[in-house]
Nanobody
Framework: QVQLVESGGGLVQTGGSLRLSCIAS????????MGWFRQAPGKEREFVAA????????VYEDSVKGRFTISRDNAKNTVYLQMNSLTPDDTAVYYC?????????????????????WGQGTQVTVSS
């Protein structure tokens, strides 16, 4: 069993930054690929970024490349999402999730159905 708890969301102006954190419980965190997704009102949940257990491999959705950075600290059972240059289009509830896939399955990491544990989400609102 894995429990995930996100934090760090909030209200920020366009161009601002936020850092989201996701703390995991359970023994499998340090060997698990982790991902961040987001869901805006009226839209489907979409992939944002993923990171392999060793942090060697990362994957990003095109619209966040160069602005967002995913990282992890296995000693703290925590995965992070540093978000810079935020725009109103980034407004959404952000979720962290765990997948049993390895970081090599890059194309499958984009699919929410490949993740088996999810956090409750944290709201990010970017004002114009």
């Amino acid at each position: 069993q894995v429990q995930l708890v996100e934090s760090g969301g909030g209200l920020v102006q366009t161009g601002g930054s936020l850092r989201l954190s996701c703390i995991a419980s359970g023994r499998t965190f340090s060997t698990s690929t982790m991902g961040w997704f987001r869901q805006a009102p009226g839209k489907e949940r979409e992939f944002v970024a993923a990171i392999s257990w060793s942090a060697v491999g990362t994957v990003y959705e095109d619209s966040v490349k160069g602005r967002f950075t995913i990282s992890r600290d296995n000693a703290k059972n925590t995965v992070y999402l540093q978000m810079n240059s935020l725009t109103p289009d980034d407004t959404a509830v952000y979720y962290c999730a765990r997948t049993p896939l390895s970081g090599y399955n890059r194309s499958r990491l984009y699919r929410p159905g490949e993740y088996d544990y999810w956090g409750q989400g944290t709201q990010v609102t970017v004002s114009s």
